[in-house]
């Protein structure tokens, strides 16, 4: 495995239109009791300065700075996979939430995790899979009130 | 205007050889400018546009200004939203079916 990022994966952005608020989109990425029911598990708390992430056994799964803080339109935040500890010996990548409105009570969220440069392994276990499943229980979520599997 | 909700945007981009083509090339390296896909395939760069126009409006291809470029990202979502929508629940009963067949063997040779 190398140890540098193709450039192209360095940089991944996924989009969807999900039939929400903003303001329920924002809680739903920042709020414990929400990420919880679409992303794996995970109880996910963001402050002004400070994103966490616990798993279901209170183990730590991400822990990064906040750089940017705009509810309910933007957050920007460190990104370490902390749950893998392969992955977790990797350098630091980005994750950028946007949120903007589109018409008939939809919003779009785009999702931009970059600066992967240093973590190849972190780039391919998000890839694809990864963040689409996320995103697409995220939506279920939203608009049925129902986790995807369960 | 898009509304980014309907699958029918996503399934008329998927109809058309030259798109698909389109999205498999940026399935093996998105991030790429219209002049970088242009040089790969047979065509103006009018028709290349075209298509990319349909692609981004179904969200298959978003796009992102870096600098003077302007990248195209492939977006994969709205492929497994009707993956999850039209293809899991036909494929779902197959395997239910078999499931339940295992079930009924492994109790019938206990």
């Known amino acids: 495995m190398s140890t540098t990022t193709p450039t192209h994966l360095a940089t991944q952005v996924y989009q969807i239109f ?18 919880a029911r679409y992303f794996h598990g995970a109880r996910i ?11 279901p056994d209170d183990a730590v799964w ?31 990548s980005r994750v950028t939430w946007e949120i903007e409105p589109d018409e008939d009570g939809v919003c779009k969220l785009t999702v931009t995790h970059d600066r992967l440069e240093g973590a190849p392994r972190t780039a391919e276990a998000v890839r694809g899979e990864g963040w689409m499943g ?3 229980a995220l939506k279920t979520l939203l608009e049925t009130g129902k986790p995807l599997n369960g | ?21 389109l999205l498999d090339r940026l399935f093996a390296r998105d991030r790429r400018t219209l002049t970088e896909l242009e040089s790969e395939l047979e065509m103006s760069r009018f ?20 600098g003077r470029e302007k990248l195209h990202y492939l977006n994969p979502v709205p492929i497994r939203l ?6 899991d629940k036909y494929t779902e009963r197959q ?9 009924e063997l492994e109790e019938n040779a206990s």
């Open chain 2, 47 to 66: 028709g290349v546009m075209k298509h990319l126009r349909v692609l981004e409006r179904a969200g298959l291809v978003v796009t992102r200004r870096s």
């Open chain 1, 18 to 35: 999900i039939k929400a608020t903003p303001e329920q989109l924002w809680d739903a990425i920042t709020k414990p009791e929400f990420t």
């Open chain 1, 134 to 136: 996320v995103l697409s």
């Open chain 1, 45 to 55: 708390t963001v402050t002004p300065d400070h994103y966490e992430s616990l798993g």
């Open chain 2, 1 to 21: 205007m898009m509304s980014g909700m309907d699958d029918d945007e996503v399934f008329k981009a998927l109809a058309d050889p030259t798109r698909r083509h």
């Open chain 2, 82 to 87: 009707i993956h999850d929508r039209w293809i």
């Open chain 1, 62 to 92: 991400g822990d990064a700075g906040v750089e940017v803080f705009d509810p309910p339109r933007k957050l920007v935040h460190g990104w370490r996979s902390m749950y893998d500890p392969t992955l977790n010996e990797e350098s630091e």
């Open chain 2, 95 to 103: 395997v239910s079916a078999l499931a339940d067949l295992k079930a």
